[in-house]
């Protein structure tokens, strides 16, 4: 793994373990999520693999607007980086490029 990769990988894995000690914060189903996507991430070799699912497992929560605040704000940073690093625009799978207002 080189290096960058390996930080990257840290820093996801660091920003994944603080938002499980916010569980008071956290719906059942993001904590289901982050930890099944936490040993994974952890365990795995191939980083992009793994976060393109955990992207992926987490959009049926975004596009229903089901995310805490906090989880939401983690997978746009994770879309962000994707982005930046294959040099893409709006979101192919959903053809969005904002998500909708959480419902109160």
Known sequence: ?????????????KRIDELLKS?????????????DYRERIEKSKNLEFELVHFRNALLPLVISSQLSQEVLSFYKELRAERKVAW???SSLLTGISQFPQKRK
């Open 23 to 35: 569980k008071s914060e956290l719906k059942s189903s993001e904590e289901e999520i982050l930890l």
């Open 1 to 13: 793994m080189f290096k960058k990769e390996k930080e990257n990988k840290e820093k996801i894995l």
């Open 87 to 89: 040099g893409e625009g």
